[in-house]
């Protein structure tokens, strides 16, 4: 058990906020299976996925010299580390910072932080947990996958459920999978499909 109250959670987080398939992506955010989930950005905190053992290690990637850094923060999930821009970007900026940081070798994947209704914490992972409906057999959700959703790594029957998938995509940016999740989650074969993310919640437990 990590100390600090973290899990990963294979997502459906247990709130609906708002609107319905279809929505115009104005805003960032996924579908919980139909319902529209917006997500709070954070303009100032990007993490990103790195092998780097140390901070300065990360801090040398040219793309960070050259950004006001605030702080450089490792996370308890193993090769996760979230960067704090001495001010926030605004939304133009942030994507233009986020695919130059996807551009340094060094870094694995890189995700825009979003902010729970508590202020926590929690970013996108290049995973995909989705399903189709009964009426896709196997040889055409192989097809529909290798056409939408490019995967380096894709695990048939995720969970024990038959037509459930967990995909790890190709994408090396957490809006770029968004988009991709959320462009399967309005296929109306598609029961649900929503980026795995990592997020904070506090540790609870039963005397």
Not at 119 to 143: H, Q, Y
């Amino acid at each position: 058990m990590l100390m600090r109250p973290l899990m990963t959670l294979t997502l459906g987080l247990a709130c609906v906020l708002t609107s319905s398939i279809g929505h115009a992506q104005s805003e960032t955010g996924f579908y919980y299976f139909k319902e529209w989930m917006p997500l709070a950005v954070d303009a100032r905190v990007f993490a990103i996925k790195s092998s780097a053992l140390e901070a300065d290690a990360v801090r040398s990637a040219p793309v960070l010299a050259r950004a006001g850094i605030r702080s450089i923060e490792t996370w308890p999930i193993p090769s996760w580390w979230l960067i704090t821009l001495e001010e926030p970007l605004d939304p133009e900026s942030a994507r233009s910072f986020l695919s130059a940081l996807a551009s340094e070798p060094i870094f694995e994947f890189v995700s825009p932080v979003f902010r729970d209704h508590r202020g926590r914490p929690m970013w996108v992972t290049a995973d995909i947990l989705m399903r189709f409906d009964e009426s896709v057999d196997a040889k055409a959700a192989r097809a529909i996958l290798a056409e939408h959703a490019p995967s380096q790594r894709v695990e048939e029957t995720w969970a024990g459920m038959r037509n459930a998938y967990r995909l790890t995509a190709v994408a090396t940016d957490g809006l770029s999978l968004l988009s991709t999740v959320n462009n399967l989650a309005q296929r109306p074969d598609v029961l649900f499909a929503e980026p795995d993310i990592i997020a904070c919640g506090p540790l609870c437990c039963t005397p």
